[in-house]
Structures are given as structure tokens and as C-alpha cells.
């Protein structure tokens, strides 16, 4: 398997973006490409991304509206062949469906529970389980419309896995190194090598690795290269 990373490109710079995938690939398994690089540069920015030298993406458009809505959405981004697409679980089975069906050759990948959402927002929002039982509930909905793979917090990955085929992967953000501290939205973490331990098997990173940049490139490449080696 290549490199159980997927590094988040978190810029709205197209030729920032291409140079980080540039000063990486060598540890990276795939890039994540979010909802503000999308509406800044399309899909021709992603073309551009996969340029640098073939690599894979994941396409975090986390899609969330009427089934047919999804599915002509989806049908759009198809032809840029990502890796990975994600939809909202809670969209419903037919929702996720509809994604599958328009794009059969991308994993759709379902998102469960937020990992910036603490308890209490899960309760707010009107979640009848807790975090652990909405999130095991949502993959096990999203894996039976079709699903290839699940996004949780690092908290939710035992639960999942006993629940979806071995097959349909499970990608976990809500990761930090043991060397960074907590100073962002993430509520819901642990380390990269103790979530792959917990059976995830990808881990998104992105400010761990992309602030080395303001360093220089060869920073980037080194930091990539040191956390990969940790989680052989």
C-alpha cells in the first residue's frame, strides 16, 4: 500500500498547492483538495494538481443535498477520476446512492461525524446516539447504499470497523502528531500512529506538515518523510 497520509492542500493558491505536492509525493498516498480550493480554481485546478505527477486525490466536497442533486454533483467531478469523493452520511442511503451510481469507478466516501463537533454539538444538532453510536450508525447506512469508504474521528475507528466489510477503507482526520499542540477546530483527535493502530487506514495531516513550508521545501519534504517513517 502506498503511504497511509493524505496531506491536506489547505491553501487557495493553485501554485502553492503544486509545490507542496512537488516537495511530498514521496510520502504522501493521496492530497486532499477541499471545498475552498474547489470554488476558487474548479476542476481544472485539479487537473493541474494530478499534473504534477499523477497523483491521487481526495475530493472533500463533502456533498449534501436532494439525491438527484448529489448525483448530477457528482456526475460533474467524474471524469477527474479522484480517488475518493465524499458526501455527507447523513444524507441518507438514497443520497449516497446516487453518488455511487454516477460515479462507479471513485470511492464515495461517506462522512460521519464531524471531528470538529464536540459532544454537546452532537446533542445540539439532534443526534439520537452520542458521538461513538451516530457515527457507527451513519457508516453502517452509508456502507449499505454503497459507500467504499468512511470518514470518522480517530475515537470511532474499533467501533466502524466491526461493523463495515474489511474492504471499504476508513480515513480518519482529527490527527496530531505527538509533537503539536491543540490550537485548531479539531475537538476529537489522537495521534497518526495511534489511529492507523486502531485500524484506520488513512490519516489526514496538513498544518503538522504544511507549515514546515514557511522553512523552505526541503523542511516540507523532511517533516513528510519523518512521519510516514513513524507509522512503518
Known amino acids: 500500500m502506498k503511504s497511509p497520509i493524505i496531506l491536506a492542500l489547505d491553501t487557495p493558491q493553485l501554485d502553492v498547492a503544486k509545490r507542496w505536492v512537488d516537495c511530498t509525493q514521496e510520502s504522501i498516498g493521496a492530497y486532499k483538495l477541499g471545498l475552498e480550493f474547489f470554488l476558487t480554481h474548479g476542476s481544472e485546478g485539479v487537473k493541474q494538481i494530478q499534473a504534477v505527477s499523477d497523483v491521487d486525490i481526495f475530493l472533500d466536497l463533502k456533498l449534501h443535498d436532494i439525491p438527484n442533486t448529489v448525483g448530477k454533483a457528482a456526475l460533474q467531478v467524474a471524469s477527474l477520476s479522484p480517488k475518493f469523493l465524499t458526501v455527507h452520511a447523513a444524507g441518507g442511503q438514497a443520497m449516497i446512492k446516487s453518488a455511487v451510481i454516477s460515479c462507479p469507478d471513485v470511492a464515495i466516501t461517506a462522512v460521519t461525524v464531524l471531528t470538529s463537533l464536540s459532544e454537546n454539538d452532537v446533542q445540539e444538532i439532534g ?49 496530531r502528531p505527538s509533537d503539536e499542540t491543540l490550537n485548531d477546530d479539531q475537538n476529537r483527535v489522537m495521534t497518526p500512529k495511534q489511529a492507523i493502530d486502531r485500524g484506520a487506514h488513512y490519516v489526514v495531516i496538513g498544518r503538522p506538515i504544511t507549515r514546515f513550508w514557511e522553512t523552505g521545501a526541503d523542511a516540507m519534504r523532511d517533516r513528510a518523510r519523518t512521519l510516514v517513517e513513524e507509522l512503518s
Open 127 to 175: 443526534f439520537k446516539g452520542n458521538s461513538l453510536e451516530s457515527a457507527v450508525d451513519l457508516a453502517r447506512l452509508a456502507v449499505q447504499a454503497g459507500a467504499k469508504a468512511i470518514v470518522c474521528s480517530p475515537l470511532e475507528i474499533s467501533a466502524i470497523s466491526e461493523v463495515i466489510p474489511q474492504h471499504v477503507r476508513i480515513i480518519t482526520p482529527g490527527v
